[in-house]
């Protein structure tokens, strides 16, 4: 099915490639250098910026601004990017940016919700299922793993990372990096046990979540610091999937984990 173009709507006639069965709404404006994907729906008043590459069957909602340029004083128009993966919804409003030099491409994985009025900054790595709830404000370089959910009105300090499958509680800050599996909340962003809800969702079985849960107990709820308790942890417990993703977590975290 050819694409619905509202006569309104502006389309860059350099390099845009749409996809079959794509409604564009009125006053929508897509630049130069952006492919839309099958099946997609950008609703009125959308700006979809120069080089972003869109996925099957997303929506962006009325207001959401796509690829533009990033809110970094260094950025000298490089020719940087913004990809969307397939099934991403953008609702009203949001704001997500093209990439710098630092990594050349702002990345949103499949199966994405970012709600109202959220903003994705430049260089940010968003995985596959994650849930970004209203008014979330991400700075640079952020790093959120698969199935993150992150609740409203969060403000995420740049180059943080988020652990897969982690859930953060609504109107917290987060400065450290969040470990995998875990619930976050308070002033400061502490531990607050394990995202036991959503693992079981996701078909982890009790046996891999009581693994997970004795490693965060040694990281969090004895009197080890956390090198001492990764020591203990490679010393005493079976390095499980889950386990080895906790420990590369922690080795490769820039900003340190939050505090229990």
């Not at 950008?42 to 796509?66: D, M, P, Q």
């Not at 809110?71 to 093209?98: F, M, S």
């Not at 969702?201 to 004795?214: A, D, L, T, V």
Request: proline letters at 4%; aromatic letters at 6%; a neutral charge.
């Amino acid at each position: 099915m050819t694409p619905r173009i509202h006569p309104t709507a502006l389309i860059s006639p350099d390099n845009v490639k749409i996809g079959k069965n794509v409604s564009i709404g009125p006053y929508a404006i897509v630049e130069e250098n952006v492919t839309i994907g099958d099946g997609c729906i950008i609703k009125a008043h959308s700006l979809i910026g120069a080089r972003t590459t869109i996925g099957n069957n997303c929506r962006l909602f009325n207001g959401a601004v796509v690829g533009e340029i990033p809110q970094d004083l260094k950025y000298a128009h490089e020719e940087t990017e913004t990809i969307l993966g397939d099934n991403v919804t953008i609702r009203e409003y949001c704001t997500i940016h093209r990439g710098t030099t630092d990594r050349w491409k702002t990345t949103i994985g499949d199966n994405v919700l970012i709600m109202a009025y959220s903003h994705i900054g430049h260089d940010c790595i968003i995985g596959d299922n994650v849930i970004v709830a209203n008014s979330c404000n991400m700075g640079g370089h952020v790093e959120v793993g698969d199935f993150v959910i992150i609740g409203g009105a969060v403000p995420i300090h740049q180059f943080v990372k988020i652990g897969k499958h982690a859930f953060i509680a609504g109107g917290f800050r987060i400065t450290k990096d969040v470990p995998p599996f875990i619930r976050a909340s308070n002033i400061p962003l502490t531990y607050n046990g394990l995202n036991s809800v959503g693992l079981h969702r996701r078909g982890f079985p009790s046996e891999s979540i009581n693994n997970i849960k004795h490693a965060y107990t040694r990281i969090y709820r004895s009197h080890m610091n956390v090198s001492q308790a990764v020591k203990d942890i490679n010393s005493n417990l079976d390095i499980t999937p889950e386990i080895q993703e906790i420990l590369d977590f922690i080795k490769e975290s820039t900003r340190g984990i939050i505090r229990g």
